[in-house]
């Protein structure tokens, strides 16, 4: 089936560093990808999502200046959580849309635990 | 805007038991249905995608049944083993690819 590669799988920094997190298809091409965010105890929430291409779309109330994306190729996008702080630990997944843009089944990540000391 | 709701959210059940997981969601146009498996720090596995015309998907002990005018979705898990062990989630689609999810059920299932 097909996969996705999200590296890495756990990153702990101190407050003020910039993280980047990378998805990669490997198998297929991926037009677009959604990175969501899950907080302990929560359900996961759709961040942003991400054209190959093109600028990100964002959801209402995430901050595009802090949370860079950036989806240079079919196979492959880029989360950057600049000027991380405590508050941005959380855990991160991507998904990737095989069939490019009509809903089917989604393939996600194995998500990334950031804690920002 | 979409809320996705799942019931309840917390199960146990003894082994061989069969498991009902319920999930509801309040706009009933919606793309599709997912239920996902969420192991303890590891990323989602999609266990059965349902379309918005179909009114139910099955896969092994797996059975997924959608009721898009009541909002209702259920995920029926037969004679359940350990390894059934996980949170469950539940995601409406949109035609975009966006899912909206619910905080999930966890499950334990107890030799």
């Known amino acids: 089936g097909a996969v996705v590669s999200q590296h890495p799988s756990r990153v702990i920094c101190k407050s003020g560093t910039s993280v980047k997190i990378e998805c990669r298809s490997l198998d297929f091409q991926a037009t677009t990808m959604f990175w969501y965010r899950q907080f302990p105890k929560q359900s996961l929430m759709l961040m942003a999502t991400s054209n190959e291409g093109s600028k990100a779309t964002y959801e209402q109330g995430v901050e595009k200046d802090k949370f860079l994306i950036n989806h240079a190729s079919l196979t492959l996008s880029t989360l950057t959580v600049t000027s991380a702080h405590p508050e941005d630990s959380s855990f991160y997944i991507c998904?990737?849309?095989?069939?490019?843009?009509?809903?089917?089944?989604?393939?996600f990540g194995s998500g990334t635990q950031l804690s920002v000391l | 805007k979409q809320e996705v709701t799942q019931i309840p959210a917390a199960l146990s059940v003894p082994e061989g038991e069969n498991l009902v997981l319920n999930c509801s969601f309040t706009?009933?146009?919606?793309?599709?249905l997912q239920w996902f498996r969420q192991d303890p720090g590891k990323g989602l596995t999609s266990l059965l995608l349902i379309q918005s015309s179909q009114r139910e998907q099955t896969s092994g002990r797996l059975n997924a049944s959608l009721d898009k005018s009541s909002g209702r979705s259920t995920l029926y898990i037969a004679a359940s083993q350990p390894g059934d062990s996980a949170t469950y989630l539940c995601a409406v689609g949109d035609s975009w690819g966006k899912l909206q999810f619910g905080a999930g059920t966890q499950v334990v299932v107890t030799p």
């Open positions: 998904s990737a849309d095989r069939t490019g843009g009509v809903s089917e089944k989604l393939f």
């Open positions: 706009d009933s146009a919606i793309y599709n």
